[in-house]
């Protein structure tokens, strides 16, 4: 009969391997409420002209905004994110810009499905307008075997749970890796909630970090 006590044992931990990162900051309300305020008025000109979405759908912008002068404050604030995720992360390159930035005006009722960002590094998303019921986004694990086996749980911890939902507010901004699968929930206020979203990839991705991590004459394939 093995005693199975931690008695036995020294010591005793988990060790946690190969995190995946969800980067938060908050803007500080100085500097959301006037950028909010813009982002709005730009968005109404932008609708101008457009049906009204189909129930259940929501509407999305063009994807050049952080192209545009009503943008700028918050492309900076973008990048100061990025520049800052990516020192943590100690990641070398030489330097990184913005591929595609729109917005999404989600009303009642209105959700975005589980997907993912393809062919950039990082993404994220911005927070212009929330509300009660409309203030979450999930983010799903990422690993497939995971649900390969799944017994009942008697309390959802960081370990056994498949899905993470993060509380948002006005002036919110998240930065995640492009390949992290999220999603969100039906718009549950009587509002509309509104967020720009963006893309990050490396400036001359295929001059500087797409060659092969090897080196050598090697003509395996």
Request: one cysteine or more; aromatic letters at 8%; charged letters at 20%.
């Amino acid at each position: 009969m093995v005693d199975n006590t931690l008695g036995r044992f020294e010591s005793s931990r988990a060790l946690r391997m190969f995190p995946t990162f969800v980067w938060k900051a908050d803007l500080k309300r100085e500097i959301h409420q006037g950028l909010n305020r813009t982002i709005l008025a730009t968005l109404d000109d932008l609708r101008r002209g457009h049906r009204a979405p189909a129930p259940g759908r929501g509407w999305q912008s063009r994807q050049d905004l952080h192209r545009l002068a009503d943008f700028r404050t918050l492309v900076a604030c973008v990048n100061e994110a990025a520049a800052t995720t990516l020192e943590h992360l100690k990641i070398g390159h030489q330097g990184f810009e913005i591929t595609a930035c729109w917005a999404n005006v989600n009303g009642p009722g209105v959700e975005h499905r589980r997907h993912s960002h393809p062919n950039n590094f990082l993404s994220g998303v911005y927070y212009v307008k929330t509300r009660p019921g409309a203030d979450t986004i999930n983010f799903h694990d990422p690993r497939p075997q995971s649900a390969i086996i799944r017994p009942p749980v008697k309390e959802l911890t960081a370990e056994t749970t498949d899905q993470v939902v993060v509380t948002v507010s006005d002036g919110s901004l998240l930065l995640f890796p492009s390949w992290l699968r999220h999603s969100v929930d039906a718009n549950r206020s009587d509002q509309e909630r509104v967020s720009v979203s963006f893309n990050i990839m490396f400036t001359a991705f295929t001059k500087s970090m797409s060659q092969p991590l090897w080196e050598g004459g090697s003509t395996d394939t």
